[in-house]
């Protein structure tokens, strides 16, 4: 089967951010199917034109459009659309079996619809986010006609779908509301790389020491971007909340708009350097050495019902690492912790939480199994081998529904 697979912000493991489209994309590929990937090129430079490389078998096709969390929701729009723009021509004039469009952003409908009518062949349309309702929770979308013209894009995607993959049950039920029959959507979470994030002591030894954190330390993480939805400022408050404790050391690193701002949070608080380490960010592959030295690994989001049905990439690696895992917010992810056992969801209210951290510390073979059970519900419930095994055969059926359609 030839795949079109279109998502703009794909990277390898030797990017910064989340590698799903990749992960995907080579067990396709290991499955015996070709894929061409259709991505952007986000760093500043001089490259003006597509050009193409080979990533794990991947033939993956760039076009240069400067990207960057920095951006202003301006400036992100129109890279959206210049991206859309220049994908359609791209995809379709690749040969195809199915077309694969993954958003964010919702814009990434319109090349994949393009090159399905072009090829004459399907589309699946997977939603990782659900657009418009979190950027106009967030604010971002505050223009009634910008906003209808939104909505009428999201509606746009799932009429010329074939299938729909949703990456949580709370992006499933949003989308089902839109009217789209349940029969045409499937949940295929975010997933879990076990090979690459794994529970190695000798690798969380050695990043402590080249950090200076004390290895009896419980070392709390959060890694990943600092923008307007990831509210990072709560784990500073936190840090400040038990910086005369011992027992924690916290650990930032990433990059965002917000970074400076939560930067400077820290040491206003006088807690940087103290009870938080911040660094920049780092390529996928340098993760794997940080959450082995984790105790807790986290995800935070801003206080916004819309935000809650994520499905955030560090859930799933930090999960892989045998970290406890904890969130600052409800939804689908704080109720699968509850249920396993292998994390917790703390508090909004920093007092609140600082005492769920101190209770869990006062009790080291309950943070012991914790950290079992999230490894434990990695491999049975969110290997990548395995989900990628459900995403071919949406991709299959897809093709053959249309196919049958098409009679």
């Not at 590698?19 to 986000?42: D, F, I, K, P």
């Not at 967030?138 to 009428?152: C, D, F, T, V, Y």
């Amino acid at each position: 089967m030839r795949v079109t697979y279109l998502h703009q912000y794909f990277n390898t493991p030797e990017m910064a951010g989340g590698t799903r489209s990749y992960e995907m994309a080579r067990r396709l590929v290991q499955a015996g199917h070709q894929v061409n990937m259709v991505t952007s090129w986000r760093d500043e430079g001089r490259r003006r034109e597509w050009f193409e490389t080979d990533e794990a078998g991947i033939r993956v096709h760039w076009l240069p459009v400067p990207y960057s969390n920095h951006m202003g929701y301006p400036e992100r729009i129109r890279a959206f659309f210049r991206f859309a723009w220049g994908a359609a021509r791209k995809a379709a004039s690749l040969t195809a079996d199915v077309v694969f469009a993954t958003s964010t952003p919702l814009t990434i409908a319109l090349p994949g619809v393009h090159a399905a009518r072009r090829q004459k062949v399907p589309m699946v349309f997977e939603v990782r986010d659900l657009w418009p309702e979190v950027p106009i929770a967030m604010g971002a979308l505050s223009n009634p006609i910008i906003r209808r013209g939104a909505h009428w894009l999201e509606g746009f995607a799932y009429r010329n779908a074939q299938q729909i993959v949703a990456l949580s049950s709370g992006i499933a039920a949003g989308i089902i509301q839109t009217g789209v029959p349940g029969r045409l959507v499937s949940e295929i979470p975010n997933s879990c790389d076990l090979d690459f994030f794994y529970p190695d002591e000798k690798l969380g030894s050695d990043f402590r020491s080249e950090h200076n954190i004390p290895c009896e330390k419980i070392l709390i993480v959060y890694t990943g971007t600092f923008g307007r939805v990831n509210d990072v400022s709560y784990m500073v408050y936190l840090a400040e909340a038990l910086k005369n404790d011992k027992r924690f050391h916290f650990l930032s690193i990433g990059d965002g708009v917000e970074y400076e701002d939560v930067h400077k949070l820290a040491e206003d608080l006088g807690v940087l350097g103290r009870s938080i380490t911040m660094l920049p960010r780092v390529p996928k592959s340098k993760i794997t050495s940080v959450l082995a030295a984790a105790d807790i690994a986290t995800s935070f989001v801003a206080p916004i019902p819309e935000l809650e049905a994520n499905s955030a990439n560090k859930f799933f690696d930090g999960l892989s690492a045998g970290c406890c895992f904890a969130v600052n917010h409800g939804g689908w992810q704080a109720e699968t912790l509850k249920e396993s056992g292998a994390g917790l969801q703390l508090d909004r209210d920093i007092v609140v939480a600082r005492q769920q951290l101190q209770t869990l510390a006062e009790h080291p073979e309950r943070l012991a199994q914790t950290k079992k059970a999230a490894r434990k519900l990695a491999e049975e419930r969110f290997s990548r081998d395995k989900l990628a095994v459900q995403l071919e055969r949406v991709l299959v059926r897809a093709r053959q529904d249309y196919a049958r359609d098409a009679r």
